[in-house]
């Protein structure tokens, strides 16, 4: 029975693949995210998309470098 005991506690102590686990969680939780709010993001994505479009097909561009109040 000690001899389990010991096994179980070295068990606990070993900290070997500790940073690969916090990754798989990590990776995980942002995985569980993007499934939540699914639909929010696509939206978001499309209406990026949608805008880019949108002004490539506008090439007048009015930038006014160099302009100041009261100039």
Same mark, same amino acid.
């Given at each position: 029975?000690?001899?389990?005991?010991?096994?179980?506690?070295?068990?606990?102590?070993?900290?070997r693949?500790?940073?690969?686990?916090?990754?798989v969680i *990590?990776?995980?939780?942002?995985i569980? @995210? %993007?499934?939540?709010?699914?639909?929010?993001?696509?939206?978001w $994505?499309? =209406?990026l *998309?949608?805008?880019?479009?949108?002004? @490539? %097909?506008?090439?007048?561009?009015?930038?006014?470098?160099?302009? $100041?109040? =009261?100039?």
């Open positions: 029975m000690r001899g389990t005991v010991e096994i179980i506690r070295a068990f606990w102590r070993d900290e693949g500790v940073e690969t686990l916090e990754a *990590l990776m995980i939780a942002i569980a @995210i %993007g499934f939540a709010f699914k639909n929010t993001l696509t939206n $994505f499309h =209406g *998309l949608g805008n880019i479009g949108r002004d @490539i %097909g506008d090439p007048v561009v009015d930038v006014n470098v160099g302009t $100041f109040p =009261g100039n």
